[in-house]
């Protein structure tokens, strides 16, 4: 566990934070803490004290402390993760769409360690939403890859991608082999594939992504549905994708705005 920082404003606010006249007290522990996270006490992604370690600090009861960071979550300057404890946010990554957007190369474009945990990849029936967007009949076999994905450990994305069975024959087996949805496409014959339109909704996040993307229930999630085609236009996969806020935005290239 962190320890609280050791300069003078780490004392109550009877000692060393001068209670001020006409200010609440959760909003005087709301601003020494952001000043706090401003500096160098907690950089981004470390982890605060918790709720009783700062009622002690400040000399305060629970529920003050929880409405100064309320405050703090709501200003998107801290998240705080159900079981795991309330840490300072991370710089939000702008997730660029462009014909070729690659996980991989969006997050080494911000000077990060892209790393991936592939949840499940099985064989399914497309329901009608699906079948749709890969120009199938519903109940035709289809293969998801659901994977979630980290920049330096963290969780930026969460995603599930279909591919055609019979137009990808082996495409199952190439995912299971190559890391990169890239080759294990080129694997199966398709040696390139561009976005041909992505659509961009946003929503409260269920429970699932709550936990897995390590976010706020009161933070909503950018989702994502795009759709890739091969150099003949013929789709070859379409993705539903989730993303944090205010941990990532999406930001489209000219020319590339959602359709």
Not at 134 to 145: D, E
Request: net charge positive; aromatic share 6%; charged share 25%.
């Amino acid at each position: 566990m962190k320890s609280p920082p050791t300069s003078r404003s780490a004392g109550n606010l009877s000692d060393d934070t001068p209670r001020q006249s006409g200010l609440t007290l959760w909003r005087q522990i709301a601003e020494t803490l952001r000043q706090e996270i401003g500096g160098t006490g907690y950089p981004p992604g470390a982890r605060l004290p918790t709720e009783a370690e700062l009622s002690a600090r400040f000399a305060v009861n629970r529920h003050t402390v929880r409405r100064a960071l309320e405050e703090l979550s709501r200003g998107g300057l801290i998240r705080v993760e159900q079981g795991r404890g309330t840490f300072v946010a991370e710089d939000v990554l702008d997730y660029t769409v462009g014909p070729r957007t690659r996980f991989t190369e969006w997050i080494h474009r911000h000077n990060k360690e892209p790393s991936g945990r592939v949840l499940q990849r099985r064989e399914i029936a497309a329901d009608a939403m699906i079948a749709a967007a890969l120009g199938i009949r519903p109940g035709a076999r289809v293969m998801l890859l659901e994977r979630l994905g980290l920049a330096d450990g963290t969780p930026v994305s969460l995603t599930r991608h279909y591919f055609p069975a019979t137009r990808l024959r082996g495409i199952l087996h190439a995912l299971a082999e190559n890391p990169r949805i890239t080759d294990a496409l080129k694997a199966v014959g398709v040696e390139d594939y561009v976005r041909q339109v992505t659509k961009v909704t946003a929503r409260a996040p269920t429970a699932i992504e709550v936990n897995l993307l390590r976010m706020a229930r009161n933070r909503p999630v950018l989702v994502t549905e795009s759709i890739n085609v091969d150099r003949s236009g013929m789709v070859v996969e379409f993705s539903i994708g989730c993303y944090p806020t205010p941990r990532v935005q999406i930001v489209f290239e000219p020319g590339e705005g959602p359709a």
